[in-house]
């Protein structure tokens, strides 16, 4: 037998959520049964959820992911399923996927390459399992092969890649070409990152073609345990022609794809292939993706947010906007409300439109937080917005408690704050203000507090560590503000977020020196664009000062001096910075990289700060 159907199907798992992740698994492999599929590849470690960190050190979770292997087991009779757990075997712990045929365990995959780069560290919980070994190991009294395994199913060679397995250049698959393996499958959790679906599909039609068979790629979905994202790719090519693909960031509870192949065959007639996203269109549905899922699996009421007026806080606004829209559309909106436990007495008649922007009122509550500093054109901005998509609106001034602790603190010390000896303390004391204010609110609400800070912030420091950073989840910390300012612009034109039109005619401002001062972002630090460039070079490349300086004095046009100073700037205030990075709220992995300590970029909290290495700089 030649001609075969094929299955993959992505999932939105959590960390030890037993009921949700074997729901879902219960529920692809009864659709792929009744579309008659043979074949089914679920993602990786989807039994127990890719994210568990160092819960994969304990005994029980994986006696406890066995047990609900066997719970599955009975439910594939008349289909093969490929199915992720963890195993313990001589006392080590390894990555694996369990193949099931007919209600019967035909053996364990054991993943040989293990990422411990960038977010990953499966070295400190896996063992990788060594190329061409295969051992048994004893599961309720009966002994099953594992280790580096291929498989005859339906008349097919199987073989499979987890991962990491396939972005190596001597990898699994190089093995499994002089086995004759004509069908891959290859269960990843590989997290979402700008550009990163199309360097994925080209991994996957080129391995099908070196590999000389047909490989089916499936990822997981959605945001597994808080900070990183998942597309939800499932990716099938055959001798290099890319056969199919589905559609990414879904809001469903997981997605099946299934796909007529005849192994014989090495052309097709046709690909089922899903446009590739932009980066705007992919930041939306990702960033929206993830806060659903955070919402939804932190079963909170939902989101409270300091509405500023400017860039940062307008695109989170929106974001949990896009939010409901792209729910709606996904799941349907009866089981977009029930998914976050909404309960509503509308009328069920009332327009898709209208119904998107009273949820957006039950979920996002906004305030402004003005004070003599602040201006209209930011009010209005911040106002015209929340009326826009729906968001409850409150406003209220903090001059009153910004001058009790002046009073406070000038008795303390004696004299009288001023502006030309106080800045940092006067612009700070008001940011730290609005914190137990915008704090209460989340409180007596019962809703998640959203903090502003973006990654370029992060970077430099350029944030109110327990005021502007005040919040639970920050949504966009993964990403650069020129990044954000060109989005909110593409929001507003291509997604239809008239209320963005103030905020994207305003110059970015923290608006806390006195209006005299026209106070900018850019005036306090320096060009964001050359900023994200020092950054991508400095900190993502990790060049030194003077290595920057070569690179970015060939690339821009600036006066020599100029660019010495904005390097020594930022290099400066990104070691002094690194506690408040230590100390920002968990954010979404969006990006290649970001600067979260916990995730990607760790960096001493005390260093030398650069000095000896920024003195190169005078020498050139």
Known sequence: MSQIRIAGACLNQTPIDWSNNISNIRNAISDAKNENV????????????????DLFLSEWLTEEAIKQLLAIVP???????????????NQKTYN?????????????YAKQMLANDGI????????????????????DNTSYPIGDLTFKIEGIHIGFEICEDAWNEVR?????????VELILNPSASHFAFGKHKIREELIVSSSEKFKCHYLYVNQLGNESGRVIYDGDIILASHGQLLATN??????????MTFDIDVKNKKYDQSDHVDDLNNNRDFGKAASLALFDYLRKSKTKGYTLSLSGGADSS????????????????????????????????????EEKEAIKKIVNKILITAYQGTKNSSEETLNSARSLAESIGAQFKLWEVDDAVNTNHQIIEKAIGRQLTWEEDDIAMQNIQARTRSPLIWMMANITGTILLTTSNRSEGDVGYTTMDGDTSGSLAPIAGVDKPFILQWLQYAEKELGYEGLSHVNSLTPTAELRPKEFTQTDEDDLMPYPIMVKIERLGIFQRKSPLEVYHSLSQELIIESELLKS????????????????????PSFHLDDFNVDPKTWCRFPILSGSFAEELKQLDLV
């Open 75 to 89: 439910l594939c009779e008349n289909i093969t399923v490929a199915i992720g757990l963890p195993i313990q075997h």
């Open 120 to 139: 990953h560290y499966e070295h400190r919980w896996f063992s990788p399992w060594p190329n061409g070994v295969e051992e048994s190991i004893t599961i």
């Open 315 to 350: 695109s989170i606004a929106v974001l949990v906007a896009e939010m409901v829209k792209n729910g709606v559309q996904d799941l349907g909106r009866v089981k977009f409300l029930e998914s976050l436990n909404l309960k509503t007495n509308w009328r069920n008649d009332i």
């Open 96 to 108: 694996t996927t369990c193949l099931i045929q007919n209600g019967q365990i035909l053996g364990f």
């Open 247 to 256: 559609t990414r960031l879904s809001f469903l509870p997981y997605q099946l």
């Open 38 to 53: 043979k074949i089914l590849c679920l993602p990786e470690l989807c039994i127990t959820a890719y994210g568990c960190q």
């Open 566 to 585: 904005y390097i020594r700037k930022f290099f400066k205030l990104w070691s002094i910075n690194q506690w408040k990075r230590e100390r920002l709220a």
């Open 172 to 180: 699994p698959a190089c093995r499994l070409l002089e086995k004759g």
